[in-house]
């Protein structure tokens, strides 16, 4: 099982950024592609961005791509979440995922694909 702790969190006026970390202990980094995610206030998790194992490829939801950065450093077991422009909307819980169920180049954009969450990180954007 992969331990995941995320940080990073807090609230910020609309237009500012924050960067998210999530770090991981408990199986080989590099065996894990990690993700994150999201879940507004009364709604459903959803997917935000994904990275793969290599780091090398990446994949975002529309409604962050353009914004939001993920990154990973293996040398320290985490992975990154830098945001940027943010918006009220993008007020939510923000959680980690990995799953060793992963090629070196793949990205996983389903909940289903995760096998690992971290407890969550609260991210509020005022207007």
């Known amino acids: 099982q992969v331990q995941l702790v995320e940080s990073g969190g807090g609230l910020v006026q609309a237009g500012g950024s924050l960067r998210l970390s999530c770090a991981a202990s408990g199986r080989t980094f590099t065996n894990l592609a990690m993700g994150w995610f999201r879940q507004p206030p009364g709604k459903e998790r959803e997917f935000v961005a994904a990275i793969s194992r290599s780091g090398g490829n990446t994949y975002y939801a529309d409604s962050v791509r353009g914004r939001f950065t993920i990154s990973r450093d293996n040398a320290k077991n985490t992975v990154y979440l830098q945001m940027s422009s943010l918006k009220p909307e993008d007020t939510a819980v923000y959680y980690c995922?990995?799953?060793?169920?992963?090629?070196?180049?793949?990205?996983?954009?389903?909940?289903?694909?995760?096998?690992?969450w971290g407890q969550g990180t609260q991210v509020t954007v005022s207007s």
């Open positions: 995922a990995a799953t060793q169920r992963a090629t070196y180049y793949g990205v996983y954009n389903g909940r289903s694909s995760y096998d690992d």
